[in-house]
C-alpha cells in the first residue's frame, strides 16, 4: 500500500470520527434543548395565568366598589325622600290641628311690671287634655262682623280711647309672629290668635325692641315657633299689623292659661277678658 493511500485513509476515518462526535453531541443535546423549551413554555404560561388572575382581581375590585357606590347613593335618596315625606306630613299636621287639639305645651306669660321690671314663668303641661269646648269660637276662621265698632269681641270695660293701629313687619318679624301665634294659639281660631296677636303688637308698640325675637325672648312666650304658619295666622297678622285691627277694644298686654296654673302676678293686673281658658290683662 502506498503511502498516499495511508494518509487517504486515515482522512476518511478521521472525518468518520468526527461526524460520529458531532451526531452524538445532537442526540445529548436535543433532550437538554427540549426540556428547557418546556420549562419556558411552562413559566409563561404560569405568568399569563398571573396576569390573568390579577386583571380578574381588579375587575371583581371594580364591581364591588360601583355595587358599594350605588347601595351608597340609593340611601342618599332614600334618605332625602324620607325627609321630603315627614316635611310634607308636618304641614298637613300643622293645618289638621287647627280643628284638633292645641298644639302649644305652654303659654305666654309674664312682662314687665309697673317698674319696668320684667318676670317671666314658663307655665307647661300636657295641651291634649284640653277639649274643644274650651274655646268659645274654637272655629272660627274668619274676621267676625257681628260685634261694634269693628272689634272681634265686645267686653265689660272697653276703653274709649284705645285704637287699633298698623305695624310695619319686616319679613323675619312677619315670619316670626305667625310661628308664634301657631305655637302659643294655633288650636284657638281666628279670635283667639287675634287676642294673642294684638297682645304681642301693644307690647311691641309701647317698648324699644329691635325684633320680634327680642321681644319674645324677654317677655317669656315660650310657644313653638317650628310650625308651618297656616293661613288663619296670616289673614290674622294682616289684619292686626298691616290692616291695625285689634280684637278688643281695649290695651293688652299679658296672658296665661288658667287651666295650667293660677298666677297672683297675673290677676294682679288689670284685666280685660278670657277666651276659653286663656286669659288677657293689661297693666
Given at each position: 500500500?502506498?503511502?498516499?493511500?495511508?494518509r487517504f485513509s486515515r482522512r476518511i476515518a478521521i472525518i468518520g470520527l468526527c461526524v460520529a462526535l458531532l451526531l452524538t453531541g445532537t442526540l445529548i443535546l436535543a433532550p437538554v434543548v427540549g426540556a428547557a423549551s418546556d420549562t419556558n413554555k411552562t413559566e409563561t404560561k404560569t405568568q399569563d395565568n398571573n396576569i390573568v388572575s390579577a386583571e380578574d382581581e381588579?375587575?371583581?375590585?371594580r364591581a364591588i366598589t360601583i355595587d358599594e357606590a350605588k347601595k351608597e347613593a340609593q340611601a342618599v335618596v332614600s334618605e332625602q325622600l324620607?325627609?321630603?315625606?315627614?316635611s310634607k306630613k308636618s304641614e298637613t299636621e300643622a293645618t289638621e290641628s287647627e280643628t284638633t287639639q292645641p298644639q302649644s305645651s305652654s303659654e305666654t306669660v309674664a312682662t314687665a311690671s309697673a317698674d319696668n321690671s320684667s318676670a317671666s314663668v314658663d307655665y307647661s303641661a300636657d295641651s291634649s287634655s284640653?277639649?274643644?269646648e274650651d274655646y268659645d269660637d274654637y272655629s272660627e276662621?274668619?274676621?267676625s262682623a257681628s260685634y261694634s265698632a269693628g272689634y272681634l269681641m265686645d267686653i265689660d270695660n272697653p276703653d274709649p280711647n284705645y285704637s287699633g293701629y298698623s305695624v310695619s313687619l319686616s319679613a323675619s318679624d312677619r315670619d316670626q309672629v305667625e310661628r308664634m301665634l301657631m305655637g302659643e294659639a294655633g288650636s284657638m281660631g281666628y279670635t283667639g290668635m287675634a287676642l294673642v296677636a294684638q297682645c304681642i303688637r301693644d307690647t311691641y308698640v309701647n317698648g324699644s325692641y329691635s325684633s320680634m325675637q327680642?321681644?319674645?325672648k324677654q317677655n317669656g312666650y315660650y310657644g313653638s315657633t317650628?310650625?308651618?304658619p297656616s293661613s288663619t295666622a296670616k289673614e290674622v297678622v294682616n289684619y292686626i299689623f298691616d290692616q291695625g285691627g285689634s280684637a278688643v277694644q281695649h290695651s293688652i298686654r299679658v296672658f296665661y292659661a288658667s287651666n295650667y296654673c293660677t298666677s297672683a302676678w297675673h290677676e294682679a293686673q288689670d284685666y280685660v277678658c278670657s277666651y276659653g281658658y286663656v286669659r288677657f290683662f293689661d297693666f
Amino acid at each position: 500500500m502506498s503511502t498516499e493511500t495511508i494518509r487517504f485513509s486515515r482522512r476518511i476515518a478521521i472525518i468518520g470520527l468526527c461526524v460520529a462526535l458531532l451526531l452524538t453531541g445532537t442526540l445529548i443535546l436535543a433532550p437538554v434543548v427540549g426540556a428547557a423549551s418546556d420549562t419556558n413554555k411552562t413559566e409563561t404560561k404560569t405568568q399569563d395565568n398571573n396576569i390573568v388572575s390579577a386583571e380578574d382581581e381588579l375587575l371583581t375590585k371594580r364591581a364591588i366598589t360601583i355595587d358599594e357606590a350605588k347601595k351608597e347613593a340609593q340611601a342618599v335618596v332614600s334618605e332625602q325622600l324620607a325627609i321630603v315625606e315627614a316635611s310634607k306630613k308636618s304641614e298637613t299636621e300643622a293645618t289638621e290641628s287647627e280643628t284638633t287639639q292645641p298644639q302649644s305645651s305652654s303659654e305666654t306669660v309674664a312682662t314687665a311690671s309697673a317698674d319696668n321690671s320684667s318676670a317671666s314663668v314658663d307655665y307647661s303641661a300636657d295641651s291634649s287634655s284640653t277639649s274643644d269646648e274650651d274655646y268659645d269660637d274654637y272655629s272660627e276662621n274668619t274676621v267676625s262682623a257681628s260685634y261694634s265698632a269693628g272689634y272681634l269681641m265686645d267686653i265689660d270695660n272697653p276703653d274709649p280711647n284705645y285704637s287699633g293701629y298698623s305695624v310695619s313687619l319686616s319679613a323675619s318679624d312677619r315670619d316670626q309672629v305667625e310661628r308664634m301665634l301657631m305655637g302659643e294659639a294655633g288650636s284657638m281660631g281666628y279670635t283667639g290668635m287675634a287676642l294673642v296677636a294684638q297682645c304681642i303688637r301693644d307690647t311691641y308698640v309701647n317698648g324699644s325692641y329691635s325684633s320680634m325675637q327680642q321681644l319674645f325672648k324677654q317677655n317669656g312666650y315660650y310657644g313653638s315657633t317650628s310650625i308651618t304658619p297656616s293661613s288663619t295666622a296670616k289673614e290674622v297678622v294682616n289684619y292686626i299689623f298691616d290692616q291695625g285691627g285689634s280684637a278688643v277694644q281695649h290695651s293688652i298686654r299679658v296672658f296665661y292659661a288658667s287651666n295650667y296654673c293660677t298666677s297672683a302676678w297675673h290677676e294682679a293686673q288689670d284685666y280685660v277678658c278670657s277666651y276659653g281658658y286663656v286669659r288677657f290683662f293689661d297693666f
